[in-house]
C-alpha cells in the first residue's frame, strides 16, 4: 500500500477520429478540462507514422501548447520512444518546455514502438533494448549537467527535470532499471498474458514489477508508480457498452495482428481480456477496487483507450472520474480552479 492516496492523472493517445489539427485541439481541450476537476497531471503517448495506433510524433511540442493554456495541471511524456531519438535533442527539448510550462513537465520514457518505425529511424528493432540502455545513460548524464561530449553541458539547466523521470516498461528487469536509479515506473493498462496463463490477472504481472522497482530503489528515494488503465465512465452502461462494442473489438483485432493472444469475442469476454473498466460510476469503482495493483500505485492514470468514444463523451467521463468515481475509492483529487478563486 501507498503511505497516502494516490494521485489522479488523465492519460491520451490522441486517438480522436478527426483530422491531425483537429486532434490537437481536442487533446488540449480535453486536458484543459481535466485540469478544471482537479485533475493532477496529463500523459501524452508519442507515436510515429501511424494514424490508427496514436497521432503525435512530437509530444513536447504539444506539451508546450497545452502548457500556455493551462495553469497548473502537471504535463508528461507517457512515452518518449527513447531508441528513436537523440537523447541531447529530447534533453534540450524537455528543458524548454519545462521552463515554459513553469516546471510542470514530467519525462516519460520507453524502449518500445511499432517495429516498422524503427526502420526510418536507422534503427534495428532487435537491439531495442541495447540501444535503450546507452541513450538512457546519455540522456541522464545531460539531465544531471554532465559533460556530453567536447566539454559541453545542456543549456538551459535540466537539474530539476533530471528528477522527474518515468520509465515505462512490462517486465521485472524493466522496473529494477527504473528502481536503481530512483526514476517514477510507468505501468501499462493492458499487456499481454503469457502463454500458459492467458486468463491472469493484469495485477499479477504487474505486481512484480512493482516488487522489483520498491527492492532497486535507492534509500530515502520515494517510489513514484503510475499505474494507467483503461475507464471510460457513462451515465448508464448501456451507453458504455455501445462505444465498447466498437473499440474494443477494433483493440483485440489490432493486438491479434501483433500476435498477441486475445482470449473471447464476446463483449464481455473482451471487456475482462483487455483490461476495460467501464459503465456508471458506481460500476466503475467497483472494478477499479478489485484492480489490487491500484493499491499500490502512487498514481492512478485514466484513459479512455480502447474504448474510444467521441469527444463530448471523453469530457463527461472525466468529470464523472473526477467527481464520483475518485472520491468513492479515495484518491486525491486538487481543488478545482473554480474553488482556488
Known amino acids: 500500500m501507498t503511505a497516502s492516496a494516490p494521485t489522479v492523472a488523465f492519460f491520451t493517445r490522441l486517438l480522436d ?8 485541439a481536442l487533446a488540449t481541450a480535453q486536458i484543459q478540462h481535466a485540469e478544471r476537476h482537479g485533475i493532477g497531471r496529463a500523459w ?28 497548473r495541471i502537471r504535463l508528461g511524456t507517457g512515452v518518449v520512444t527513447l531508441p528513436l531519438e537523440d537523447p541531447v535533442r529530447v534533453a534540450e527539448d524537455a528543458a524548454v518546455a519545462d521552463l515554459l510550462s513553469g516546471g510542470r513537465i514530467d519525462l516519460g520514457l520507453g524502449s518500445g514502438g511499432t517495429p516498422s518505425s524503427f526502420v ?16 538512457l545513460q546519455v540522456l541522464v548524464d545531460a539531465l544531471e549537467g554532465r559533460d556530453v561530449g567536447a566539454g559541453n553541458a545542456i543549456y538551459p539547466d535540466t537539474s530539476t527535470l533530471a528528477e522527474r523521470v518515468w520509465q515505462a516498461t512490462f517486465s521485472a528487469p524493466g522496473g529494477h532499471r527504473a528502481g536503481i536509479r530512483g526514476h517514477g515506473l510507468l505501468l501499462s493498462r493492458t499487456q499481454p498474458r503469457p502463454t500458459e496463463a492467458p486468463h491472469a490477472p ?22 513514484r508508480i503510475t499505474a494507467s ?20 473489438r477494433r ?42 495493483t491500484l493499491a499500490r500505485a502512487t498514481e492512478v492514470a485514466f484513459q479512455v483507450h480502447s474504448v474510444d468514444a467521441p469527444h ?25 480552479l473554480e474553488e482556488k478563486k
Do not use: N
Open 17 to 24: 477520429d478527426a483530422s491531425p489539427a483537429e486532434r490537437y
Open 44 to 71: 501524452v503517448a508519442q507515436h510515429h507514422f501511424h494514424a490508427a495506433e496514436g497521432g503525435l510524433p512530437s509530444p513536447l511540442v504539444l506539451l508546450a501548447h497545452v502548457a500556455a493554456r493551462t495553469s
Open 120 to 135: 526510418p529511424f536507422g534503427e534495428d528493432v532487435r537491439a531495442k533494448a541495447a540501444t535503450y540502455d546507452r541513450k
Open 202 to 223: 493484469l495485477s499479477a504481472l504487474q505486481d512484480p514489477i512493482i516488487d522489483t522497482y520498491l527492492a532497486a530503489l535507492p534509500d530515502g528515494v520515494a517510489p
Open 229 to 248: 488503465r483503461t475507464v471510460f465512465v457513462a451515465d448508464d452502461r448501456a451507453e458504455a457498452l455501445r462505444f465498447a462494442e466498437v473499440g474494443l
Open 251 to 292: 483493440a483485440a483485432e489490432g493486438f491479434r495482428a501483433q500476435g498477441q493472444t486475445i482470449t473471447g469475442d464476446s463483449l464481455d469476454e473482451l471487456i475482462v481480456a483487455l483490461d476495460t473498466h467501464l459503465g456508471t460510476p458506481e460500476q466503475v469503482a467497483e472494478s477499479l477496487a478489485a484492480d489490487t
Open 312 to 336: 463530448e463523451h471523453v469530457l463527461r467521463s472525466i468529470e464523472l472520474f473526477a467527481e464520483r468515481v475518485a472520491p468513492a475509492l479515495g484518491y486525491a483529487i486538487h481543488p478545482t
